[in-house]
């Protein structure tokens, strides 16, 4: 999620599965933990960003995939598996 400013002053974000060109200037990179919201929003929505230290991206990221390994082992559980992810 790379943040590039064009002359326009109208930020451009990038996902994994846009181009590399472009060219404007790089101000911020989205951390991994909040890609997904990222791709949720709609074209054209307001979006706030704030700094982060590299830890608290970790952190955050940690907890996503915590979060994810709790919500499938509940669903393994309802269906009657016993194993985990």
């Not at 002053?9 to 846009?18: T, V």
């Not at 060109?21 to 706030?48: M, N, S």
């Not at 970790?58 to 509940?74: G, K, M, P």
Request: glycine share 8%; hydrophobic share 40%; aromatic share 4%.
């Amino acid at each position: 999620g790379t943040v590039q400013v064009p002359p326009s002053g109208q930020p451009i974000i990038q996902l994994a599965d846009a181009n590399t060109c472009g060219g404007y200037p790089k101000i911020a990179t989205v951390i991994e933990a909040d890609l997904w919201r990222l791709a949720q929003a709609p074209v054209g929505a307001r979006l706030r960003f704030s700094a982060v230290s590299i830890e608290a991206s970790t952190e955050a990221l940690r907890a996503n995939r915590q979060q994810s390994h709790d919500f499938i082992a509940a669903r393994n559980l309802m269906a009657g598996e016993q194993r985990t992810p």
